[in-house]
């Protein structure tokens, strides 16, 4: 092994005798073998033939939606492969049966988790500055959703962590822009806002940005939220309160939100940003694997709601996707799990797990995508044109 | 400005040792392309402040480049000149604030998508320059030894688990006295072969006895400066316009002296790097722990390391951990345990790339139990032993 001192910031060299691509491919082929040990999943390039979807008009209208990108990013020895497969037994076993899974999601852009965000959400590699609250600088998934196919602001919602991301609903972008996108919700400004003046019981849920632990900016609630407790959710600032007392972490905070959002407003579009995986970036391996069991755990629960929901059961689509992965142990110039700062193979490729109407199951598809495919695959499965994206639908989903 | 125009004098703020060494080899430097001479600077810049080993490397690295013909120096920065940058990076200080360069460089290669070609042009350079300048081999065999779990409960699951197949693992270990007979082996080495910060005992929490051979950063220790940079910070991030950048240029120049260290300033330099460009080293002892061993094996090549993770605190809100307000830390043992299992993990792969990684050794003890590995070119791999041993004979079939 050689070692370097090149560290551009907080990126590195990684000097290894295979090239990115084919580490890429190697982990994508590493999670198909291990899925198909795991969860007996085929292989997916033999059903390429018949497309399970419906394209009927009345069937697009009652579809629904739900993207849940997988908390800040997680190894594949941490999750898929057989080291890792512990800590996700409600993805290998419950979800992924039911799925269609790609191993081979690459993501070119920026890693930083708004960034890298916003790029899923546009289409577009974001170059904004993954630290200042801005929106998107192409127009977003929901813009294009609402535009095109007519839809009230209560029919695209976001629930995300606080970092920015309350920007992340539109796009500054004519003809679409601000009131045309999704309307967003931040739980621990809920949270903040709710309980002013006595947080002492809900402190751990309220832990804020990993990316950056020097700096932790203090999170303010204010009326609006408040309003949007009491007149959306339909939750009186008590009840909201005692529930959060049993809760454990921000995510578990987020789905909870996510689930009486789906109650009282059942969007046809919900975006689901968890970010408890992020705690990585302390340094402290437990806290990390702990959280992607969590987070495992939530996914699960998310879909059970779904499957109870009767405004979502039968006609949702749920996608579970990180943003992207996490640096290799062997890159010389970042220090394994905890950053996603060197662009080695390893924290650019991911997957992606599909599940629900319109998908086939328990079958896993090898064929390179990136990140940005999701939008075009978005508008072609619900109805919309993502003009301005730079991905292409994933075709496998059509 | 680039690096055709550089003049002597634009080094005068350098420290004198540096500018004497970059006035040298002025020329050479001269044919650099911007997009990789930052970095180099940004090195040298603390030449006066750096261990041997990295003074050594600077060396051979300006007295390499000097050495090439100018033909030879197009083709091995071919990579770097292809790259393109900004007017604004091009007219910033980038010799006189070459890690704030770097900074920006990354940022804007991330944006411009030219981070891949940065990292294939890097690459190749650094596979050029460690076959045509070679370091000296090293006296002796380079040995790591990770003790964790320190007061740790009996532990159910299964540990080592990424080393086990790379050495021998021990299951029925005589504890007694191994924390000091392991100390005792490092001071051995570091009197049989002295040199500066080649022998190392980092611990995670209130350092043990150890003889003054052994070069020693503790968490504890450090505790008073930890309080400070925390206090620091809290006091920056209330400033209006502060963000993470602005925080992380301001934690940039702090020096030993603002943080309240004296005493040896190399050293004095290496621990406010270690809690200024750490993440999670302020708060978690098990991170900070292995991000020393990680720094003190890539910067000062360590001959001996020895690590002693400490149980650190349990999570609580980043916002909490960061003011240090809390009067009672309550401690967590088995997360530690996980933590520093994986710490020592990362401390075999840093060891491992250093020159002479093949004859290198490197020994885990769960402190005060009865498991260990033991990672040796004499040691089978992947094998377990059930005979009965105790840490002196441990020590001495890794190192013996």
């Known amino acids: ?398 | 400005m680039l690096p055709r125009d550089l003049k002597p004098e634009h080094f005068a703020a350098y420290p004198a040792q540096a500018k004497a060494l970059m006035i040298a080899h002025l020329d050479a430097i001269r044919e650099l392309p911007l997009s990789f001479l930052p970095s180099l600077l940004r090195e040298a810049i603390e030449y006066d402040f750096k261990f041997p080993a990295e003074r050594s490397a600077i060396e051979r690295e300006l007295a390499n480049i000097s050495s090439l013909s100018h033909s030879q120096s197009i083709e091995w920065f071919h990579g770097f000149t292809q790259l393109s940058l900004s007017p604004a990076l091009e007219r910033s200080d980038w010799i006189n604030l070459p890690a704030q360069f770097v900074e920006q460089e990354a940022a804007y290669l991330w944006s411009t998508h030219q981070l891949d070609a940065f990292r294939k042009a890097a690459s190749e350079y650094g596979l050029r320059l460690a076959a045509a300048a070679r370091p000296d081999p090293i006296p002796i065999r380079r040995w790591g030894i990770a003790i964790i779990g320190q007061g740790a409960p009996p532990y159910e699951g299964v540990l080592f688990r990424n080393l086990r197949k790379h050495g021998t693992y021990f299951g029925r270990v005589k504890p007694d006295n191994g924390l000091a007979l392991l100390l005792s082996a490092a001071n051995e080495r570091a009197k049989l072969h002295p040199a500066p910060y080649a022998h190392w005992y980092v611990d995670g929490g209130q350092s043990a006895e150890h003889s003054s051979a052994l070069t020693c950063v503790s968490y504890k220790e450090l505790e008073p400066t930890r309080a400070v940079l925390l206090n620091y910070i809290q006091t920056e991030i209330k400033r209006p316009g502060m963000g993470p950048e602005e925080l992380r240029t301001h934690l940039a120049k702090l020096t030993p002296a603002d943080l309240g260290l004296s005493g040896d300033p190399v050293l004095g330099r290496f621990q406010v790097k270690l809690l200024t460009e750490g993440s999670g080293t302020q708060i978690f002892s098990t991170t900070f722990a292995q991000w020393t061993a990680r720094e003190a094996l890539r910067r000062a090549e360590a001959l001996t390391l020895v690590v002693r993770f400490a149980p650190r605190q349990k999570q609580r809100p980043m916002n909490e951990l960061l003011s240090n307000a809390s009067s009672k830390i309550e401690l967590d043992y088995v997360g530690s345990l996980i933590d520093a299992d994986m710490g020592s993990y990362y401390h075999w792969i840093n060891q491992q790339r250093l020159p002479g990684f093949e004859q290198s050794s490197f020994l885990v003890w769960l402190e005060g139990q009865s498991q260990a590995i033991a990672i040796a070119p004499s040691l089978p791999r992947g094998a377990e032993s059930n005979s009965e041993i105790d840490v002196a004979k441990l020590i001495s079939l890794v190192v013996g």
């Open chain 1, 1 to 398: 092994m050689e070692r370097s001192r090149f560290s551009l910031g907080c990126e590195s060299i990684a000097h290894s005798a295979l090239g990115s691509s084919e580490i890429a491919r190697q982990l994508s082929r590493s999670r198909r073998e291990f899925l198909r040990d795991a969860a007996g999943v085929a292989l997916g390039t033999a059903l390429m033939s018949a497309s399970p979807f419906v394209r009927a008009e009345s069937a697009r209208k009652k579809r629904k939606v739900i993207v849940i990108t997988f908390g800040g990013g997680a190894r594949d020895q941490e999750t898929f492969a057989p080291e890792g497969q512990e800590n996700i037994p409600r993805l290998l076993h419950e979800l992924a049966p039911q799925s269609s899974f790609f191993t081979h999601v690459t993501n070119q852009g920026i890693l930083g988790h708004y960034v890298a965000t916003a790029s899923l959400a546009t289409g577009v590699y974001e170059t904004l500055n993954n630290f200042s609250a801005v929106p998107p600088g192409h127009p977003t998934v929901f813009e294009y959703f609402r535009k095109d196919l007519k839809r009230p602001s209560s029919d695209a919602w976001v629930v995300a962590p606080s970092n920015g991301f309350n920007r992340i609903g539109e796009s500054e972008c004519r003809p679409y822009g601000p009131g045309q996108g999704a309307r967003v919700i931040l739980p621990k400004h809920l949270l903040s806002a709710a309980t002013t003046g006595s947080i002492t019981d809900y402190e751990h849920l309220l832990r804020d940005n990993y990316e950056t632990p020097l700096y932790a900016p203090q999170i303010a609630g204010s009326e609006v939220e408040l309003q949007q407790l009491e007149m959306i959710l339909k939750l009186s600032v008590d009840d909201f309160t005692s529930h959060a007392r049993t809760l454990s972490s921000p995510d578990e905070l987020s789905v909870f939100i996510a689930k009486r959002l789906m109650q009282e407003e059942a969007p046809s579009l919900l975006w689901i940003t968890m970010h408890d995986i992020d705690i990585a970036h302390s340094g402290a391996y437990s806290l990390y694997v702990d959280a992607i069991r969590r987070t495992d755990r939530l996914c699960a629960d998310l879909w059970k709601a779904v499957q109870a929901n009767p405004e979502y059961a039968g006609n949702t689509t749920l996608f579970i996707l990180p943003d992207f992965g996490r640096d290799s142990d062997y890159d010389a110039g970042g220090n394994g799990f905890q950053h996603h700062r060197t662009g080695d193979a390893a924290s650019r490729t991911t997957w992606m797990m599909a599940l629900g109407t319109g998908v086939r199951q328990g079958v896993v598809y090898d064929d390179p995508m990136q990140s940005i495919d999701l939008v075009p695959s978005l508008g072609a499965i619900m109805g919309f044109s993502p003009n301005q994206s730079q991905g292409k639908p994933i075709r496998e989903l059509l």
